[in-house]
T-cell receptor, first 113, second 114 residues
Framework: AQSVTQLGSHVSVSEGALVLLRCNYS??????LFWYVQYPNQGLQLLLK??????LVKGINGFEAEFKKSETSFHLTKPSAHMSDAAEYFC???????????FGAGTRLAVHP | DVKVTQSSRYLVKRTGEKVFLECVQD?????MFWYRQDPGLGLRLIYF???????EKGDIPEGYSVSREKKERFSLILESASTNQTSMYLC?????????????FGDGTRLSIL
């Protein structure tokens, strides 16, 4: 079965520090990959998606993610954290030929002054 | 911008009641989805629909049913609510499954079953 693993249910960084949120997937063929963000009391908002056009994907709010097939990873990064980045982040995968999203358990990002 | 609207932000119901959660999207999307979100489990797909009157079971359909009589509206029904259905429910829609268009989410309904 396809699955998505997000390492670390909680990540805490200082304002201005690097943000790194980890995501690994299991899939026999390269999938489509997504990162979503959920701010408190809101639904999910798309940050970025990978659809095989380029391995480094840039998203909104300064986030980017790199697809590494050899590591089956799609980690999310941002060079400098801002207080407004505090939210829960979900990695999701749609295996090729499969029309549903499979979500990871989520990582809650805290940003402190 | 796509707007996905869920009828209630918070809902409190009693065990055994029949509960309806409504979702409307305004972008003529083909696909609509219902998820439940629980801490530590991420989002789990309950049901989805790729056309009017069409539905498919997701990963956790037990205890739920759905209705899609019009393209813009997708309803989730708890036939006989139980306490283990207390959760956050999220509706989403997408244009089509071609090119893996992203899903657009509503703000969620936090449902408590007493």
């Amino acid at each position: 079965a396809q699955s998505v693993t997000q390492l670390g249910s909680h990540v805490s960084v200082s304002e201005g520090a690097l943000v790194l949120l980890r995501c690994n997937y299991s899939s026999s063929v390269p999938p489509y990959l997504f990162w979503y963000v959920q701010y408190p009391n809101q639904g999910l908002q798309l940050l970025l998606k990978y659809t095989s056009a380029a391995t480094l994907v840039k998203g909104i709010n300064g986030f980017e993610a790199e697809f590494k097939k050899s590591e089956t990873s799609f980690h999310l990064t941002k060079p400098s954290a801002h207080m407004s980045d505090a939210a829960e982040y979900f990695c999701a995968v749609t295996p090729a030929g499969y029309n549903k999203l499979i979500f990871g358990a989520g990582t809650r990002l805290a940003v402190h002054p | 911008d796509v707007k996905v609207t869920q009828s209630s932000r918070y809902l409190v119901k009693r065990t055994g009641e029949k509960v309806f959660l409504e979702c409307v999207q305004d972008m003529d999307h083909e696909n609509m989805f219902w998820y439940r979100q629980d801490p530590g489990l991420g989002l789990r797909l309950i049901y989805f629909s790729y056309d009017v009157k069409m539905k498919e079971k997701g990963d956790i359909p037990e205890g739920y049913s759905v209705s899609r009589e019009k393209k813009e509206r997708f309803s989730l029904i708890l036939e006989s609510a139980s306490t283990n259905q207390t959760s956050m429910y999220l509706c989403a829609s997408s244009f089509s499954t071609r090119d893996h268009q992203p899903q657009h989410f509503g703000d969620g309904t936090r449902l408590s079953i007493l």
